[in-house]
């Protein structure tokens, strides 16, 4: 198993420029996140998806756009990029039984200048 | 402010001491608390986790203790490494969704040979 993986690792965005962060797992996980890490901080919930076709607001969502159209997907959007949304992005997964425990991508890092 | 804090955002110990790193949360229906490990440059990793019918729970050179009167989370770490070194997060579920969890800001742990 991959288990989770992000692409890209880096990248930079000019203000009000757009992208996609990608998100993938192959462990048939129901529910998925998406966090931003900002520097010396912990982890704060942007979106979160209980299946494919159900996502929700997290704690951070102003800026952002998901989808979640299969089990393994999960894209963020950004549209008209800022300053503000310079950060490390996590995705996470975890399934519905037993533990809660969340599994984590490696993380994209975004500068937005 | 967030429900969950860290009473040391670092801690600096020998190499084979014991380090405790300690986390306060303030709501009092989560029952289910993890702490997970986050090397430089990696995304979160998984260590232990407790529920709230618990008090102690071990693992493999951690244990985890959870003082439920005054809402006080712990992670002892045995005879600690080099490769121990990294920010480690404690998280909780709140709100009553159990599959949403809210992190602290982290402690960061330096470990000298």
């Known amino acids: 198993n991959a288990g989770v993986t992000q692409t890209p690792k880096f990248r930079i965005l000019k203000i009000g420029q757009s992208m996609t962060l990608q998100c993938a797992q192959d462990m048939n996980h129901n529910y998925m996140y998406w966090y931003r890490q900002d520097p010396g901080m912990g982890l704060k919930l942007i979106y979160y998806?209980?299946?494919?076709?159900?996502?929700d607001k997290g704690e951070v969502p102003n800026g952002y756009n998901v989808s979640r159209s299969t089990t393994e997907d999960f894209p963020l959007r950004l549209e008209l990029a800022a300053p503000s949304q310079t950060s490390v992005y996590f995705c996470?997964?975890?399934?519905?039984?037993?533990?809660?425990?969340?599994?984590f991508g490696p993380g994209t890092r975004l500068t937005v200048t | 402010g967030e429900s969950v804090g860290l009473h040391l955002p670092t801690l600096s110990v020998q190499e084979g001491d014991n380090s405790i790193i300690n986390c306060a949360y303030s709501n009092s229906a989560s029952d289910y608390f993890i702490w997970y490990k986050q090397e430089s440059g990696k995304g979160p990793q998984f260590i232990i986790d407790?529920?709230?019918?618990?008090d102690k729970r071990q693992g493999q050179r951690v244990t985890v203790l959870l003082n439920k009167t005054v809402k006080h989370l712990s992670l002892q770490i045995a005879a600690t490494q080099p490769g121990d070194s990294a920010v480690y997060f404690c998280?909780?579920?709140?709100?009553?969704?159990?599959?949403?969890?809210?992190f602290g800001k982290g402690t960061l742990l330096t470990v000298n040979p």
């Open positions: 407790i529920r709230s019918n618990m």
């Open positions: 996470a997964s975890s399934y519905t039984g037993g533990s809660y425990e969340q599994y």
């Open positions: 998280a909780e579920n709140s709100g009553g969704s159990n599959y949403k969890l809210t």
């Open positions: 998806s209980v299946g494919a076709g159900i996502t």
